[in-house]
């Protein structure tokens, strides 16, 4: 340790304290900050001898809160991120739970951290458990094949690492199979699997063990469900260690080992979060009680899944991440499973390249079933974006939905698709873009 991984972690904490008494949270800025003097800032900082990493495509941020919030429940002093997934967003979470004395408050650590971030932070932080969602086609700057985070997952695991690996996704469930100390979740067919398209245009997967040809049996959400391979006959368990056996998005509830659990966010790709958070804290030990009292209490980070009121309306906010395919998809079965009436906002935004050469396509909408939409109650589509109304357009006549219900808006000013959502007479109406945008619009609804 050095003298400036030293004056890193106090201009970190001067930073923190600072914009404390000026009332902002102040997220990843003492981190980057610190993390900008000194990188190895990251090692010097105290940590809890107790910790574990989510990783994973998709469900991250859910799951580390929900682990959270179950061992908070259970009386642990819990260290987490809630700043961003990397590097400067550890240290700005590590600095929150360290004292000035560079003393931790907290007895362990859960740190949600991104894929292609796990090879400098495993080697300085060093997780007992290691629990993984899934993986998934991702944002194209960052992680858009399935095999480089597969493989950027495997290198970083060693054999004193306890997993819990996702039985029901192929590549997660490969990456199990090499270790030892591993413990398997999965959900069993249920009322909301989905059966495999198997036509003539179905587009099939490689086996990640052997390359063949990879066959869904059913499916829980695009691409996780239970598999085998043709070739070499790689298959998920078919029954594994922690099993969700159903899940009831109208009383809001999972059912695990026979007992009912309270799940208030009803999507289904939210039922894995909750089954990851209860495998990891029965492995602890922790009570049923004590996890189910949890997951009432919990309160998921803003924006995932929200309705607001509004014009005598209801508008559904419908997306849970980023542009990706899996996400859309599932943002796409959430409207479908309401059998009312109404009008969708698609806002399909450019992917942005911000870490590398200036591009930006919107090829994410090309990779999904809007098919799905076509037969759903939708009275009307409002296709609105700058530069991607038209291709929206074009993907939804692909999938079969007739002209005369698509509207094309050339427009990203949140005030005017807010001024769109008010004059909508539908009383319900599905806005599927991208996070920070539905933010923005989410602002401009209430400053009208």
Not at 9 to 31: D, E, N, Q, S
Not at 122 to 144: A, F, S
Not at 262 to 289: N, Q, R, V
Request: charged letters at 20%.
């Amino acid at each position: 340790m050095s003298a400036r991984d030293a004056f890193a972690f106090l201009v970190g904490k001067a930073a923190l304290t600072g914009l404390r008494a000026i009332g902002r949270p102040g997220y990843h800025i003492p981190g980057a900050l610190a993390y900008r003097i000194s990188p190895s800032v990251l090692q010097y900082i105290r940590k809890p001898a107790e910790v574990v990493f989510i990783t994973g495509t998709n469900g991250k941020s859910t799951t580390t809160s929900l682990v959270q919030q179950v061992l908070a429940a259970s009386g642990k002093k819990v260290a987490y991120n809630t700043e961003s997934n990397n590097q400067p967003g550890i240290v700005a979470s590590l600095l929150r739970y360290t004292s000035v004395f560079n003393r931790s408050k907290a007895d362990v650590l859960v740190l949600e951290v991104a894929e292609e971030a796990l090879s400098k932070i495993v080697p300085v932080i060093h997780p007992q458990h290691l629990l993984l969602t899934n993986v998934q086609k991702d944002v194209p700057q960052v992680n858009q094949s399935p095999n480089y985070i597969r493989d950027r997952i495997s290198e970083i695991i060693t054999a004193d690492m306890a997993l819990i690996v996702n039985n029901d996704d192929p590549d997660v469930s490969s990456i199990g199979a090499k270790w030892q100390n591993v413990r398997s979740y999965g959900i069993a067919r249920n009322p909301y699997t989905l059966e495999p398209e198997t036509g003539r245009y179905a587009i099939a997967r490689p086996c990640p063990v052997c390359s063949g040809k990879l066959v869904f049996d059913s499916l829980n959400m695009p691409s996780i469900g239970r598999f085998h391979c043709t070739k070499c006959g790689f298959a998920s368990k078919p029954v594994p260690d922690y099993q969700a056996d159903g899940f009831d998005l109208e009383a809001g509830t999972i059912t695990i080992g026979g007992r009912d659990f309270p799940m208030h966010y009803k999507a289904a790709h939210f039922a894995y979060d909750y089954l990851l958070a209860y495998a990891y804290a029965t492995e602890l030990g922790i009570s049923a009680e004590v996890i189910a009292r949890a997951f009432d209490s919990f309160v998921n980070i803003q924006g995932r899944l929200e309705d607001i009121a509004t014009a005598g309306k209801t508008v559904h906010y419908a997306r849970f991440k980023q542009e990706t395919p899996d996400t859309l998809a599932l943002a796409i079965e959430n409207i479908r499973r309401d059998p009312k009436p109404k009008t969708v906002i698609a806002a399909l935004n450019i992917v942005e390249n911000a870490w590398g050469p200036a591009t930006a396509n919107t090829a994410y909408g090309f990779d999904v079933d809007f098919s799905r939409l076509a037969d759903a109650n939708v009275e009307k589509f409002l296709c609105v974006g700058h530069v991607v109304a038209y291709d929206t357009a074009n993907i939804l006549r692909y999938a079969g939905v007739p002209r005369e219900k698509l509207v094309v808006l050339d427009t990203d000013d949140p005030a005017e698709i807010a001024k769109l959502l008010r004059a909508e007479t539908s009383k319900d109406v599905y806005l599927l873009t991208w996070l920070h945008h539905y933010q923005d619009i989410r602002k401009a609804m209430s400053n009208e």
